[in-house]
């Protein structure tokens, strides 16, 4: 079981609004920020963003946020492109460590 | 251009041990934090090890403590793993990851095999 919990799947049309997200605990994300990686096919994951910030080259449609113990991920404007395996990560004070969610599995329809 | 390249990855018996590599490129190698990751077929990612630039620092996960060491040569840009008394469940695609303040860039990974 992930330390962090996130959707297992889903889905959504093309250029539809999406949103997914990541519970934690005050020893995680409570305490820091967040990042999402992007898994397309089992590939190498891709990070999209940390915090609010967006990585270099990844297209302003995603948009991230938090409150509390609670990290999200938004596209605006959905892509065929986007569909792959979202995970969140950050660190935990608890464990002197890293945790990632168990990861999200965004359909494209 | 930042590349992370790994190797090392191969089939081992459970028991055994094993040393991943990964070089690096396209950065100041000595100035920046390194992760290891993995991910078992068909599972999620699993954060597994952690050094920091100047090598004082690193963290290990419960599920590797006490077979796991990670290292680092910062005059040959590279970070190892090296991996004792293997088990079946280590079996995993391992990730070198570099920590440029979150914003982590990833290896392609190597390929670890556990099984007799």
């Known amino acids: 079981q992930s330390a962090l919990t996130q959707e297992a799947s889903v889905s959504g049309t093309v250029g539809q609004k999406v949103t997914l997200s990541c519970i934690g605990n005050?020893?995680?994300?409570?305490?820091?920020?967040v990042g999402w990686y992007q898994q397309v096919s089992h590939g190498p994951p891709k990070t999209v963003m940390f915090?609010?910030s967006l990585s270099s080259g990844i297209p302003d449609r995603f948009s991230g946020s938090k409150s509390g113990t609670i990290a999200s991920l938004t596209i605006s404007g959905l892509q065929p492109e986007d569909e792959a395996d979202y995970y969140c990560?950050?660190?935990?004070?608890?464990?002197?460590?890293?945790?990632f969610g168990g990861g999200t599995k965004l359909t494209v329809l | 251009e930042v590349q992370l390249v790994e190797s090392g990855g191969t089939l081992v018996q459970p028991g055994g041990s094993l040393r991943l590599s990964c070089v690096a490129s396209?950065?100041?190698?000595?100035?920046?934090?390194m992760k290891w990751v993995r991910q078992a077929p068909g599972k999620g990612l699993e954060w597994v090890s952690y050094?920091?630039?100047?090598?004082?620092?690193?963290y290990y996960a419960d599920s590797v403590k006490g077979r796991f060491t990670i290292s680092r040569d910062n005059r040959k840009n590279s970070v190892h793993l090296h991996m004792n008394s293997l088990r079946a469940e280590d079996t995993a695609m391992y990730f070198c990851?570099?920590?440029?303040?979150?914003?982590?860039?990833w290896g392609q990974g190597t390929m670890v095999i556990v099984s007799s």
């Open positions: 396209g950065f100041t190698f000595s100035s920046y934090e």
């Open positions: 915090g609010d």
């Open positions: 005050s020893n995680n994300i409570g305490r820091y920020a």
């Open positions: 990560s950050t660190r935990d004070s608890s464990l002197s460590g890293w945790v």
């Open positions: 990851v570099l920590d440029d303040g979150g914003f982590d860039i």
């Open positions: 050094i920091s630039s100047n090598d004082v620092f690193t």
